[in-house]
């Protein structure tokens, strides 16, 4: 009996200092991936219509890319036509405009490399509800027959006048009307969307304009749709960047990000959003090919 007891203490006692041992070294555990960091970026020029700036959509989402790269995207916004001539002459990285004609010329020519598609809208002619040249009733969709019922009233047409990608396209429409439009009736504004569509409320003339300007204004103007639905009325904005060989003061790297970054999915899919909860729908269509 004694040795029975004797064996189960001593049994007790070594169990209790196993169990009283050194604690075991926990393994080391390995360090988390941290998320990658983008690299910063120096400040960029982006010459740009003044569609994309009147409309709101630059506000939308240039924070979302300086905020990214820690950088500073420098807007300047005018016609078309002027922001290729910025180009032209090396004041710009990176272009987004709407003539595609003429953009494709800009990079044949060796000023601008890697244009791609970003999105589209369309342009409709607006006027004041009284329509006195009747486009409403007679015209319907086309745009051609429009600028031809206008003409022959000599009702007040606002033009922007100002090279840009709209005033290319009324210029295309006047053409295709077969009119050359001249006297008091046409007047050329010489300035951006918006200007050109608060004048033409104030003068009640019509004016084309592309949607998302007019929409972003028509609170405050006295201009309704008269026109629209005519393929020959779609507005198709592209993304160049300035080609560096020509200027080696671009800044390439800033433009190489911006595009890559305005034609991602995620920026399309912003851009997909961008006016839906404000109009009912997109100001925009993301078309990045």
């Not at 203490?9 to 991936?33: F, H, M, Q, R, Y």
């Not at 791609?116 to 809208?121: F, K, L, T």
């Not at 004048?199 to 204004?217: G, H």
Request: net charge negative; aromatic share 8%; charged share 25%.
């Amino acid at each position: 009996m004694k040795k029975i007891i004797v064996l189960t203490v001593g049994l007790l006692l070594i169990l209790a200092l196993v169990s009283c041992g050194p604690a075991k070294t926990p393994e080391p555990k390995e360090p988390e991936d941290e998320a990658p960091q983008e690299e910063t970026l120096d400040p960029i020029t982006l010459a740009t219509t003044t569609s994309t700036e009147n409309s709101g959509l630059l506000d939308y989402i240039l924070p979302h890319f300086e905020e990214k790269y820690s950088t500073k995207v420098n807007v300047v916004a005018v016609g078309t036509g002027q922001a290729m001539e910025m180009g032209k002459n090396g004041d710009a990285d990176v272009l987004l405009v709407h003539a595609e004609a003429t953009e494709i010329q800009f990079v044949n020519d060796g000023y601008g490399v890697d244009r791609h598609r970003v999105m589209y809208n369309d342009f409709i002619i607006v006027g004041s509800e009284e329509d006195p040249a009747g486009l409403k009733d007679a015209a319907g969709a086309d745009a051609a027959k429009a600028f031809t019922m206008i003409s022959e009233k000599k009702a007040p047409f606002a033009s922007r006048g100002d090279d840009s990608g709209t005033h290319k396209k009324e210029l295309e429409l006047w053409k295709a009307a077969g009119v050359e439009p001249a006297g008091g009736w046409y007047k050329s504004v010489g300035q951006g969307m918006g200007a050109t569509l608060n004048f033409a409320s104030e003068q009640k003339a019509y004016t084309l304009t592309d949607r998302a300007t007019y929409l972003s204004m028509m609170d405050n103007l006295d201009l309704v749709i008269l026109v629209e639905g005519d393929e020959r009325l779609f507005n198709q904005y592209g993304v160049i960047k300035v080609n560096p060989e020509r200027h080696p003061g671009i800044n390439k790297k800033g433009a190489d990000k911006f595009v890559e970054w305005i034609i991602s999915d995620e920026i399309q899919n912003m851009i997909s959003e961008f006016g839906k909860d404000e109009y009912g729908q997109s100001l925009f269509v993301p078309n990045a090919d």
